[in-house]
């Protein structure tokens, strides 16, 4: 199973940026995703999951607009972020999996700076 992440780049605050992930299996409609980001120098942390049947929880204790969504038919993940802050900023991996992720990207790159 491969996975990989897409969209990320350079955005001013207070823009938006929508992260794609993609699985190369059908096991995607049965796993529940998740997205991780790794700011710089700081560990990993949990942004946002989506269960196999669409329902979306949150990191409560990150300060950003985040929106977790998935198309099974794509078989593909996405997070909408909005507002952002340079606090969002970092390497944003997605993962699957039943239980926790067994597959995870290489992560894509957000930098928001002016």
């Known amino acids: 199973v491969q996975v990989e992440e897409s969209g990320g780049g350079l955005v001013a605050p207070g823009g938006s940026l929508r992260l794609s992930c993609e699985f190369s299996?059908?096991?995607?409609?049965?796993?529940?995703m998740h997205w991780e980001r790794q700011a710089p120098g700081k560990a990993r942390v949990l942004v946002a999951t989506?269960?196999?049947?669409?329902?979306?929880a949150y990191n409560a204790s990150l300060k950003g607009r985040f929106t977790i969504s998935r198309d099974n038919a794509k078989k593909s993940a996405y997070l909408q972020m909005n507002s952002l802050t340079p606090e969002a900023t970092g390497l944003y991996y997605c993962g699957g999996g039943r239980d926790g992720p067994d597959y995870w990207g290489n992560g894509t790159l957000v930098l928001v700076s002016s």
């Open positions: 989506i269960s196999s049947d669409g329902t979306p």
């Open positions: 299996d059908s096991f995607f409609t049965i796993a529940n």
